[in-house]
């Protein structure tokens, strides 16, 4: 009997290719369609920090971590024909794109406090209500791509 764990796909790459079909422009505008390829990111989570305990709070830091997640921004390339206006034929093809990069992100996530202060000495270890408190962690995108232009 085969298992479940050797019948799943792998992940083969950190993106997946797409290649958009604009041939459909050349019935709209009477010129030659741009060619465009990229991809589409393939985010990996990562693991989440875990919750700690700060002095006089009843409730962990953290309490809704925030998941990091790692993937890479692909390359992009856009190429259009340049015509020639004087005769027949292209002069070149100008080209503008970007090299793929890093990307790094994080969720969400949300720090709560316990509607109880910690047990009070001089309250006979007793706690007493205070006002509940709430952070929102906000995510969070790091990426590098650079941008090229070329003409050839």
């Given at each position: 009997m085969a298992s479940a764990v050797a019948a799943a796909p792998a992940v083969a790459g950190t993106s997946v290719p797409v290649t958009l079909p604009l041939e459909s422009l050349e019935t709209v505008?009477?010129?030659?369609?741009?060619?465009?390829?990229?991809?589409?990111?393939?985010?990996?989570?990562?693991?989440?920090?875990?919750?700690?305990?700060?002095?006089?709070?009843l409730l962990p830091e953290g309490t809704v971590p925030q998941v990091p997640f790692t993937g890479e921004v692909p390359k992009t390339l856009l190429e259009l024909p340049v015509e020639n206006v004087l005769g027949?034929?292209?002069?070149?093809?100008?080209?503008?794109?970007?090299?793929?990069?890093?990307?790094?992100?994080?969720?969400?996530?949300?720090?709560?406090?316990?509607?109880?202060?910690?047990?009070?000495?001089?309250?006979?270890?007793?706690?007493?209500?205070?006002?509940?408190?709430?952070?929102v962690l906000t995510p969070s995108v790091v990426g590098d791509p650079v941008a090229h232009l070329l003409l050839s």
């Open positions: 505008v009477p010129l030659e369609a741009p060619a465009l390829s990229t991809g589409i990111p393939v985010l990996v989570p990562g693991a989440p920090e875990a919750p700690r305990h700060v002095t006089g709070r027949e034929g292209n002069l070149g093809v100008a080209a503008a794109g970007s090299e793929a990069s890093d990307l790094e992100l994080s969720s969400p996530g949300a720090s709560v406090g316990a509607p109880l202060s910690a047990p009070r000495p001089d309250h006979f270890g007793q706690p007493e209500p205070v006002l509940p408190e709430l952070a």
